[in-house]
């Protein structure tokens, strides 16, 4: 594998490769790679975990520079020697498109999700805002179709507006149901840059829809995620659901707490879950408070909603 890293301050090169190149030949020695500095640029080549590893070296030189801290041969090794113990810690983890960037589970609770979602090919996810359900989803479904895995990646959402009724959307059918996958996209962009994510969609390897466009699809060989499912009627989850082809797997996401269905009107996400429960080759995870990963005042305003719902 070889990866090409900019820096990030190239005036300050001296201080971050170290007195005659010392620092890169410390991580050259540790990860057993070759490492080149020319042009504003370091390139690594050698085995991909050791790349991953190195990488991971640099970018935290990197971050102290750019802080005014100027690495030592002593802070160096301390680096390298944490990217060696991560190594066990990393085991299961995601890696995706973005360079050097792996994605893994931080609470027990998505650990249990992540195990589900590589063991099950239909895993059912609920929990409250802020536990990962939509990123861990896309973070597998990533990784699934970087490793060929899957052929084909499709997220799909409902467009049910959250209490508020924004009349008539101006632009073509694309523009229109943009703002309803827009949280998708944004998963999306965290794991692959936008050039490629738009090759992507225009060689339909990856296609972000609506669910009422499901309607008489079979899907293959794909990943299929449903987020937002809690704004989905039993109808339309029956009929998603019975898109799944062969070599499919499917992951279905939502809070229970947030439907913006009309009042009164079941759920699909919960009646599925009720119906399907005790099928082989399907899981149900549900994630709690303590699995919220957002900003710390997420957990708090999660449980004080939960307290008092009205």
Do not use: W
């Amino acid at each position: 594998m070889e990866l090409s890293i900019p820096l990030e301050q190239p005036q300050n090169a001296a201080v971050l490769f170290g007195p005659g190149d010392q620092h890169l030949r410390m991580i050259r020695e540790a990860f057993s790679l070759q490492v080149f500095a020319r042009e504003g640029r370091i390139r690594l080549t050698g085995a991909e975990k050791n790349v991953s590893k190195a990488a991971g070296v640099i970018a935290k030189l990197q971050r102290d520079v750019r802080r005014g801290k100027h690495p030592s041969p002593t802070s160096v090794a301390d680096a390298i020697g944490s990217a060696s113990a991560e190594e066990q810690a990393r085991v299961g983890a995601l890696d995706v498109y973005v360079s050097g960037q792996l994605v893994q589970p931080k609470t027990p609770g998505q650990r249990k999700y992540l195990e589900a979602m590589q063991a099950n090919d239909l895993v059912f996810c609920t929990g409250p805002a802020g536990t990962g359900k939509t990123y861990l989803a896309v973070a597998i479904a990533v990784h699934m179709l970087k490793h060929h895995q899957a052929k084909r990646l499709i997220l799909v959402r409902p467009a049910v507006e959250a209490g508020e009724k924004l009349g008539f959307l101006p632009g073509d059918m694309q523009a229109k149901v943009n703002p309803y996958l827009r949280p998708l996209f944004d998963a999306l962009h965290d794991m692959m840059d936008y050039d490629q994510i738009r090759r992507f969609m225009v060689g339909d390897l990856i296609e972000v829809i609506p669910l009422a466009f499901m309607r008489g699809r079979t899907l293959n060989e794909s990943i299929i995620i449903l987020d937002e499912a809690q704004n989905t009627t039993p109808a339309q989850m029956l009929m998603f659901l019975t898109r799944m082809g062969n070599g499919s797997k499917m992951i279905v996401t939502g809070d229970s707490s947030q439907s913006d269905l009309e009042d009164g009107s079941p759920s699909g996400l919960s009646d599925a879950i009720r119906r399907l429960s005790g099928i082989k080759g399907l899981a149900s995870i549900e994630l709690e408070k303590s699995d919220i990963v957002r900003h710390k005042l997420v957990q708090n305003i999660v449980v004080a909603y939960g307290e008092n719902p009205k």
